[in-house]
């Protein structure tokens, strides 16, 4: 048996963390980029498949479902970034959708924070303006610019996953929490699905990466990165977050032989640039 040291099982454990998180975003394009199933169908397969996922686990933990949470609050915003996410991949390219989900994200926190009492320093607030700057390169009209439909989508997509975040905050068991919220978002994809029963479509092929993404990428790479927490400091998790966005880029790149154009690292520069200015707290 490997006995690693704690730093090295933390670095391990937030490397495939980051790897999982920016694997949502992969398999997600390339799902429905192919067209090998509907954004609907792999926003339902996504979400059951880490339902199933999570509470599997925290069974294994916990030998019950006793401490099985979650709040209909966090599983709509989460049901919300799901389906915002699907859509959007549908004409967005992996490094866009990244970088535009993982913006929205950021700036919908801060905002909330800066809106619950919190007062960033000048610093922070020319961070908050280089990000926004950055998505206003990407998104002006122009050949290399990325469909607006899609774009406002995957923007909803990381707003509602800011304010799931900031909801999950308040959970003392985690993994308990995360589970419920994937059940509970369940009954509400019903409503989703009767609207795009006539749009449907599903592979094997799709519904494999709808379960990859649901089981593997988001249900143990949530658990995978709640082991890492507690040996990472809080400005240091969050600043480490700043490459998945990277890594999904790559991916893209090498894996499904995207492009990466200028205009798109102009952007991810000021865009994660001004992000980790963000990530400045008072002392």
């Known amino acids: ?12 454990l937030t490397l495939l963390a980051l790897l999982a998180f920016a694997a949502n975003s992969l398999l997600c394009r390339h799902a429905l980029g192919q067209g090998l199933i509907d954004p609907a169908g792999f926003t339902a397969l996504r979400l059951f498949s880490g339902a199933l996922t999570l ?8 030998k019950s479902f006793a401490g099985l949470a979650g709040d209909w609050r966090a599983a709509f915003w989460l049901l919300l970034y799901a389906a915002g996410f699907s859509y959007a991949y549908h004409s967005l390219t992996t490094a866009t959708g990244a970088l535009i989900l993982f913006a929205c994200v950021q700036l919908s926190m801060f905002l909330v924070g800066f809106r619950n009492g919190e007062r960033p320093r000048i610093l922070q607030w020319f961070g908050l303006l280089l990000a926004g700057i950055g998505l206003l390169c990407l998104l002006l009209p122009g050949l290399a610019a990325p469909d607006l439909s899609g774009a406002l989508l995957m923007a909803l997509a990381g707003i509602a996953w800011g304010l799931y975040s900031l909801r999950g905050h308040l959970a003392a068991a985690p993994l308990a929490a995360t589970a419920g919220n994937f059940l509970k978002t369940l009954p509400l994809l019903v409503p989703l699905l009767i609207w795009s029963d006539p749009t449907l479509q599903l592979s094997w092929a799709g519904v494999l990466l709808a379960v990859l993404s649901g089981g593997l990428a988001s249900g143990c ?13 809080t400005t240091t998790a969050a600043t480490v977050q700043l490459s998945v966005p990277l890594l999904a880029a790559l991916g893209g790149t090498l894996l499904l032989g995207e492009a990466f154009g200028l205009r798109l690292l102009l952007a991810a520069s000021l865009i994660l640039g001004g992000i980790a200015l963000t990530l400045f707290k008072r002392n």
């Open 1 to 12: 048996m490997i006995n690693l040291s704690a730093q090295t099982r933390t670095a391990v």
């Open 55 to 62: 509470s599997g686990l925290l069974y294994f933990q916990e």
């Open 221 to 233: 790479g949530y658990v995978i990165w709640y082991a890492a927490l507690p040996g990472l400091k």
